[in-house]
């Protein structure tokens, strides 16, 4: 009987565990993201205007001819300034 008892209050026990940790696992990934926009703020801009010019002309050679028409739709549906050749 005691090991019916202790069986009945197993999943309970294991229901708030699981909780437990999945509020730490989303605690502790706001907290990195939050860290890593305040990084942001020390990362001088011209360094990150040319990590994006850098890896804009990556995208724009990685994009097929045959679906650049479209692409260039959507482009100018979203207001960027990019066009594909």
Same mark, same amino acid.
């Given at each position: 009987?005691?090991?019916?008892?202790?069986? *009945?209050? @197993? +999943? +309970? $026990?294991?229901?708030?565990?699981? $909780?437990? %940790? /999945? /509020? =730490?696992?989303?605690?502790?990934? =706001?907290?990195? %993201?939050?860290?890593?926009?305040?990084?942001? =703020?020390?990362?001088?801009?011209?360094? %990150?205007?040319?990590?994006?010019?850098? *890896?804009?002309? $990556? %995208?724009?050679? *990685?994009?097929?001819?045959?679906? /650049? +028409?479209?692409?260039?739709? =959507?482009? @100018?549906?979203?207001?960027?300034?990019?066009?594909?050749?």
């Amino acid at each position: 009987m005691a090991m019916e008892q202790r069986a *009945e209050q @197993a +999943p +309970p $026990q294991r229901r708030r565990h699981q $909780q437990q %940790l /999945r /509020r =730490w696992q989303k605690a502790s990934t =706001w907290a990195r %993201l939050i860290r890593e926009a305040e990084a942001l =703020w020390r990362v001088n801009v011209r360094d %990150l205007r040319r990590l994006g010019a850098l *890896e804009l002309d $990556q %995208l724009l050679q *990685e994009v097929p001819p045959s679906i /650049r +028409p479209r692409v260039n739709r =959507w482009l @100018a549906g979203y207001g960027a300034l990019t066009r594909l050749a």
